[in-house]
């Protein structure tokens, strides 16, 4: 069973994601919220497994509670889908930094938001590969330059090789057969890399990458 908590200021899309997600056998919305800091405080309190977090809320926004959320250790399991209204929102990328392990649009097809809430369940980040592509690029492009060689020294010179193969929107299949090396071994140096980084999930190893310089945005 998953375990989700909605939180959006508007209304009548809770009781649209409410209604959809009510359908499903293997989906339970545990509690809603109107604004950010409800949000934080129904996370700590009931500790779903993944919030469908807005962005533009009253009182506290979607950005800085998923920053909250993502900073405190005891809700470490918990993962942030973050919605938004526009494809190239300014607000996802940072939404990505705070935390999120993903985006997902509004008018999304119910399937769509299904599968991405069973994704983001299962520890995995809602990345697709024209996502990481476009968008990430999109953003990347306009945030400050991080320090190139930035933790860099703690991977393996495979492991890098794997994280820029993630960060330009591989999956670990896709990693594998460039590599020539099957998808198990493909998929742990992917965790090994995650856990010496420190990063939660692919979402926040994809930021790691751009930020620290280890590959560059494509200008266009």
Not at 61 to 88: C, H, K
Request: charged share 25%; glycine share 6%.
């Amino acid at each position: 069973m998953i375990r989700v908590l909605l939180v959006d200021d508007q209304a009548l899309m809770r009781a649209g994601f409410r209604a959809l997600l009510d359908a499903e056998d293997d989906v339970q919305v545990v509690g809603e919220a109107t604004d950010g800091v409800t949000g934080v405080e129904l996370t700590r309190r009931l500790r779903p497994d993944v919030v469908l977090m807005d962005v533009q809320m009253p009182v506290l926004d979607g950005i800085e509670a998923t920053r909250r959320i993502s900073a405190d250790p005891q809700l470490a399991a918990v993962r942030v889908l973050i919605l938004t209204n526009y494809e190239l929102d300014n607000y996802v990328f940072d939404a990505l930094r705070a935390g999120a392990s993903g985006f997902l649009l509004k008018d999304a097809d119910p399937a769509e938001l299904l599968q991405a809430i069973a994704v983001v369940a299962r520890g995995e980040a809602l990345l697709a590969p024209t996502v990481t592509r476009t968008l990430i690029s999109e953003f990347v492009t306009g945030a400050p330059p991080g320090d190139p060689a930035a933790g860099r020294e703690v991977l393996t010179a495979r492991e890098q090789e794997v994280v820029e193969l993630v960060a330009r929107g591989l999956s670990n299949d896709e990693i594998a057969e460039r590599m020539v090396i099957s998808p198990l071994t493909a998929k742990t140096h992917v965790n090994r890399a995650m856990t010496k980084l420190h990063c939660r999930d692919r979402a926040q190893l994809v930021v790691w990458a751009y930020e620290s310089g280890l590959i560059a945005p494509r200008r266009r």
